[in-house]
C-alpha cells in the first residue's frame, strides 16, 4: 500500500513537471509566439487625412480624419528634421499616389526678401526625419522669364492630376510656375505677372481651369485661366490675360476646389481693423466680374482671424488654417456659423496652407 501511494506521488509530482515545462502549449497546442525581432513596425497611415504646413515648427502635421469626418486630436504623424529640407514650410498639396509636396520659403532674415525657396517631395507614408524623395531648387529660367528665379517666396502650390504637373505660386515675382514632373526641374509653362502681380494662391479644378488670386492692395482678384482645349491645358510661358476674373476680393489667400467645382476663398481682409474682417467666400462655376459670392463665412462666431489656407473634402467639409489652428466648417457652412471642430496642438504653429485627402 505504501509503494503504491509513494508511485502515485511520483506520478504526480512528473505530471506537475511537464505541465510546468509545457504551460505555453498545454491547453493551446502550440508554443507561445517568439517576441518580435527589432522595433515594432510604423502603423500605416490613415485613410483619411488633413496635413498642415507648421511654419514655425518647420514641419508638415497630419492628422487622421474618421469616417464621420472628425479630426483626431492628436497627429497621426509629424515631418520634421534635419534630412527632411523643411524651412519655413508656406504651402502642401498631395500628388496622385498621395505623395506630398511642400513649398518651402527657405531662411527668413529681417529686412531682406526672402531666398532660398525649395519644394520638397515625400513618398505617402512619410514621417518623422524623413528625407525628401525630390527637392526643386531655385534657378534662373528663359522663355519669357529670363534671369528670374524660378521660385521666390511661393505663396501657394496646387497639383493638375490629368497629366500631373505642380503649380507654384510665386509672391515675389508675380508669376505662376508650371512644372513638367516628366522632364526636369525647369519650369515648362506658367503664366505672367502683368494681371496679378502679387499671387497667393492657386488651384486647379477637374476641367483643368486654372485659379489665381493676386492680393494687390485695393483691387484683389481672383483670375480664371481656362483650358485651350476640352479637357486640356497647354503650356504658355507668357499667358498673361486672363480668361474670366473675379473682382473686388479683399485680401485673398489661399483658394481651394470643393464639389460641383465650387471656388473657395480665403479672404483675409484689413488686419489693421480693430475687428477682423476675414471671410471665406465660396463662388460658383464661372462666376465673373462683381459676382457676388453664394455663400460667405464670417463673423465674430467663426474664429477666423488672419486665416491663409484652405482645402475642401469630398463632402464639402472645408478647413481653414488660423495662425495656431485649423477651423473645420461643415459642409454649406454660411454666415456667422461657428467651426464644427477647432484642432490645435503644440505642432501647429504659425500654420500656412493646409491639404486633406
Not at 232 to 241: E, F
Amino acid at each position: 500500500m505504501n509503494y503504491s501511494i509513494a508511485g502515485a506521488l511520483v506520478v504526480l509530482v512528473a505530471i506537475a513537471a511537464l505541465a510546468f515545462i509545457f504551460r505555453g502549449r498545454l491547453f493551446t497546442g502550440r508554443l507561445p509566439p517568439d517576441p518580435p525581432a527589432g522595433p515594432p513596425a510604423s502603423p500605416p497611415p490613415p485613410t483619411r487625412e488633413l496635413y498642415v504646413a507648421s511654419m514655425g515648427n518647420h514641419s508638415i502635421v497630419g492628422f487622421a480624419i474618421d469616417a464621420n469626418g472628425f479630426v483626431a486630436s492628436t497627429p497621426s504623424r509629424v515631418i520634421h528634421g534635419p534630412n527632411t529640407g523643411l524651412q519655413n514650410p508656406f504651402a502642401v498639396a498631395l500628388g496622385n499616389t498621395n505623395r506630398i509636396w511642400v513649398a518651402n520659403l527657405g531662411p527668413l532674415l529681417p529686412g531682406q526678401p526672402p531666398t532660398g525657396a525649395t519644394i520638397t517631395v515625400y513618398d505617402s507614408d512619410a514621417n518623422g526625419n524623413a528625407t525628401p524623395i525630390r527637392t526643386i531648387t531655385s534657378q534662373a529660367v528663359g522663355s519669357g522669364f529670363a534671369a528670374t528665379p524660378s521660385l521666390a517666396n511661393p505663396s501657394a502650390i496646387a497639383m493638375r492630376r490629368v497629366p500631373e504637373n505642380l503649380f507654384v505660386a510665386n509672391d515675389a515675382s508675380g508669376r505662376v510656375f508650371e512644372f513638367d514632373l516628366a522632364t526636369d526641374d525647369q519650369p515648362t509653362g506658367g503664366f505672367e505677372g502683368s494681371t496679378h502681380p502679387q499671387p497667393t494662391g492657386v488651384a486647379v479644378d477637374s476641367a483643368q481651369c486654372i485659379y489665381v488670386s493676386d492680393a494687390t492692395p485695393g483691387s484683389g482678384s481672383i483670375a480664371v485661366f481656362t483650358p485651350t482645349q476640352p479637357g486640356q491645358y497647354i503650356n504658355q510661358l507668357t499667358k498673361a490675360n486672363p480668361d474670366l476674373r473675379i473682382t473686388g476680393v479683399n485680401n485673398p489667400g489661399h483658394l481651394a476646389i470643393g464639389p460641383d467645382r465650387e471656388l473657395f476663398v480665403v479672404v483675409r481682409g484689413n488686419f489693421e481693423l480693430p475687428t477682423p474682417n476675414a471671410a471665406v467666400y465660396v463662388y460658383a462655376v464661372g462666376a465673373t466680374g462683381t459676382a457676388a459670392p453664394i455663400r460667405v463665412i464670417s463673423g465674430s462666431n467663426t474664429q477666423l482671424v488672419r486665416p491663409y489656407g484652405v482645402a475642401v473634402d469630398e463632402s464639402g467639409q472645408a478647413f481653414v488654417s488660423n495662425g495656431e489652428s485649423v477651423l473645420v466648417f461643415a459642409p454649406g457652412a454660411s454666415g456667422n456659423v461657428a467651426p464644427s471642430e477647432s484642432v490645435s496642438h503644440f505642432e501647429i504653429n504659425n500654420a500656412g496652407g493646409v491639404a486633406v485627402r
